[in-house]
């Protein structure tokens, strides 16, 4: 299988991997046995597979990574206190503070895939309980980086100027929200509050930390890493700022420290004058879910632990506040979690009553465009959905993995499949596969389409387009309750009768109607166009 190991393991994978033939430098050396067991020259104790440890093997690393590279992975979680680098075999051992520390960073990025400068790396926990290293120059390099990096050894004033950072994204080619921001860096610590403009024709956000350990290591680890595979690249810097002051909760500014903030018709009121000035309506005006402009989390409350896309794992939650932000899957907006290349989705826990090609076609064609979808032919509450690219893969994965298709929840994840296979000629599948690489139905056929800055999560609210002038209300009303749904409001866009919302009775029922009705002929040569609306009425 090319190479690759697609299946990130915890704490199951052993033998050639972790074992390592002769390294020359110092007693902890491991190497491999006639047996496949790890020899005795390596001062830890050995472990059975599977148990958690502070210990975590760490493979695949790029061959010119850094030690700061390697403990910055740990840094979010806890403590590190000792690094062991393999570079020839492109392998490290880090071992953290606790073994809750490692439970935690084994079982986040089993769901959110760590890159380094592109490339995935893959971890597990140990067999060895502790690490145990020598003075040689290669380890002393390693404690040199851990001093430098470690928060215990780090003095706040020195390492953190601010607690505020400011981001930029470069390459905006999807969007990026306010809650999106605080989904990745609350992995490094409690965020107190953002703000998201536009400046330079840039999107901008002032970011700020409860304190300036946690904004060290956000900067640290995170500046220059995509948000999707090969775009949105965040660059961090500190900002000359201090505090940030909010007025108003809503999608371009949130204090997170005061629930009890108005709204304020989506107009922040910054007390900083130079932000003031900056501020302009942001290129992005997205709500990552319903209700996120009202309905916050209490502050500072520890999200409990949640489930992840991976069956029989969960992850505990991650450290720092508000991390999970009650969003549906873990890994939504957060670090690529698809390596380039792979678009196939394996989406499992369909209704095999009810399922076909072209249902998966539509729903996961709101995310990207669908080339091909095979179900399964002996197991149909299983299918293969070939997406155009990684990042459409990723942006359809992290948007529908848990939301309810046909009365079931969906579980998404990354496939093997490098693509789908289409039956050879003369071998029917009762239709089961479909090639949809021609469809004059993508979304995201046009560079630079305005589709692009129009994805959101499903939603209740639809937004319907391409209505012709002699439909009006009543006849689309009447369309969509045909399908058994409730339809509790709608309006016409005031300023353009051939847009309107509709508002469904649930999130599910808007999944079904966005499925039968896009597309559908309303005479006068118009096809209904419908997507998830980011808006309610």
Do not use: W
Not at 148 to 154: D, F
Not at 520 to 528: N, P, S, V
């Amino acid at each position: 299988m090319d190479g690759v190991h697609h299946d990130i393991t915890v704490g199951t994978k052993r033998g050639s991997d972790e074992l390592f033939s002769s390294v020359s430098n110092g007693p902890y050396i491991m190497s491999t046995t006639a047996n496949g067991n790890d020899s005795k020259k390596f001062k830890g104790d050995v472990r059975g597979p599977g148990l958690p440890s502070r210990v975590i093997h760490i493979r695949k690393l790029p061959s010119d990574i850094t030690e700061a590279e390697v403990i910055s992975l740990g840094l979010p979680f806890g403590d590190v206190t000792n690094l062991l680098m393999l570079k020839a075999k492109n392998q490290a051992f880090l071992e953290m503070n606790s073994e809750e520390a490692a439970q935690n960073m084994v079982g986040y990025y089993a769901t959110v895939m760590p890159v380094i400068r592109h490339q995935p790396v893959y971890l597990q926990f140990s067999n060895h309980k502790e690490l145990k290293t020598d003075n040689s120059p290669n380890q002393e390099r390693a404690q040199a980086a851990l001093r430098a990096l470690s928060s215990s050894h780090v003095d706040t004033l020195m390492a953190a100027p601010s607690t505020v950072l400011r981001v930029v994204v470069e390459n905006l080619l999807y969007p990026v929200t306010l809650d999106a921001l605080c989904q990745i860096f609350s992995k490094f610590g409690t965020v107190l509050r953002i703000i998201i403009f536009t400046k330079n024709n840039q999107f901008q956000a002032l970011l700020q930390f409860s304190d300036g350990t946690s904004a060290q290591a956000a900067k640290l680890t995170l500046d220059g890493q995509n948000i999707y595979n090969g775009c949105c690249t965040l660059r961090i810097s500190f900002s000359k700022l201090t505090s940030l002051n909010v007025k108003y909760n809503n999608e371009k500014s949130r204090d997170f420290t005061r629930p009890d903030l108005p709204s304020g018709d989506n107009q922040p009121a910054l007390e900083h004058p130079a932000m003031a000035a900056a501020f302009a309506p942001g290129i992005i005006s997205a709500a990552p879910y319903a209700g996120a402009t009202h309905g916050f989390p209490p502050a500072f409350a520890i999200q409990p632990a949640v489930s992840s896309p991976y069956p029989g794992l969960t992850v505990p939650a991650l450290p720092g506040a508000l991390a999970s932000l009650a969003l549906p899957a873990t890994a939504r907006l957060g670090f690529p979690t698809i390596p380039a290349g792979h678009s196939v989705l394996l989406v499992s826990n369909l209704n095999p009553e009810r399922v076909t090609p072209h249902c998966l076609f539509i729903l996961f064609g709101v995310y990207g465009d669908v080339m091909r979808v095979k179900i399964l032919f002996n197991k149909k509450e299983n299918a293969l959905v070939q997406m155009c690219d990684s990042t459409q893969a990723q942006l359809a994965m992290s948007h529908l993995n848990g939301q309810r298709l046909h009365g079931k929840p969906l579980r998404i994840t990354l496939s093997k499949h490098t693509s789908v296979q289409l039956p050879r000629e003369g071998h029917e599948d009762q239709g089961l596969t479909k090639d949809y690489s021609n469809s004059p139905l993508h979304r995201f056929k046009k560079p630079g389409s305005k589709n692009y800055s129009n994805i959101f999560p499903p939603s209740a609210t639809l937004h319907l387009s391409n209505i012709p002038p002699s439909v009006v209300e009543d006849d689309l009303k009447m369309l969509f309750s045909s399908s058994g749904a409730i339809v509790k409001a709608f309006k016409f866009f005031q300023k353009d009768h051939k847009m309107a919302l509709i508002q469904m009775g649930s999130v599910e029922e808007a999944i079904d109607c966005l499925i039968s009705f896009h597309n559908h002929d309303l005479g006068e040569t118009h096809h209904l166009r419908v997507s998830f609306s980011k808006s309610s009425i």
